[in-house]
C-alpha cells in the first residue's frame, strides 16, 4: 500500500518529457534579444512578468477557456479569437506558430497586440500582476543579458 502511494505522489512530480517549460533567464533573454526590452514603453521586467502569469514560460502552452470562448496559444497566452488562426488573424499567423520555444512569431504578434489602445492592459493578468508592481526588478534577479 505505501509503495503505492509512494508512486503516486512520484508520477505528480514527474514532468512530461515533452514539456518545453522554459527558465526564467531565458525567457528574459529571448524577449530581449527580440526588441522587447523597453518596447512601446514597457520594460524588460513587464515581459518577463506577464510571460510568467500567462503560461508559466511554457512557449508550448495551450489552454482553452471554460466556455470556449477563446483558445491562449504560447508563452503570453495569445488569443485564437482575435490573433491567430480562424479569428480575425491580426498577426497573420497560425496558432501553432506561436509554440516554437524560438519565440519569433510570439515576439513579432505580441508587439502587435501592445501597439493596440489597451497595450500591455490587453492582458488582464499584467494588469493584475505585473502594473504597478514595486517588485518588477526581481523577474531579472541574476540574469545576464
Known amino acids: 500500500m505505501k509503495a503505492s502511494v509512494v508512486l503516486s505522489l512520484i508520477s ?18 529571448k524577449l530581449h ?7 512601446e514603453g514597457y520594460s524588460l521586467e513587464n515581459w518577463v512578468c506577464l510571460a510568467y502569469f500567462e503560461s508559466k514560460f511554457n512557449p508550448t502552452a495551450v489552454y482553452d477557456t471554460l466556455h470556449g470562448d477563446y483558445t491562449g496559444y504560447g508563452l503570453f497566452q495569445i488569443r485564437n479569437n482575435d490573433w491567430c488562426d480562424h479569428g480575425k488573424n491580426r498577426c497573420h499567423v497560425s496558432c501553432s506558430a506561436l509554440l516554437n520555444p ?4 510570439t515576439i513579432e504578434c505580441a508587439k ?4 493596440g489602445k489597451d497595450g500591455m492592459g490587453a492582458w488582464p493578468s499584467w494588469t493584475l500582476n505585473c ?14 543579458l
Not at 12 to 29: I, M
Not at 102 to 105: I, N, P, Q, V
Request: proline share 2%; glycine share 10%; charged share 25%.
Open 112 to 115: 502587435k497586440i501592445v501597439q
Open 33 to 39: 534579444e527580440g526588441g522587447l526590452s523597453n518596447f
Open 131 to 144: 502594473q504597478n508592481s514595486d517588485t518588477l526588478e526581481r523577474w531579472l534577479d541574476g540574469c545576464y
Open 12 to 29: 505528480c512530480l514527474v514532468v512530461p518529457s515533452g514539456a518545453r517549460v522554459l527558465g526564467r533567464c531565458n525567457v528574459a533573454k
Open 102 to 105: 524560438d519565440l519569433k512569431k
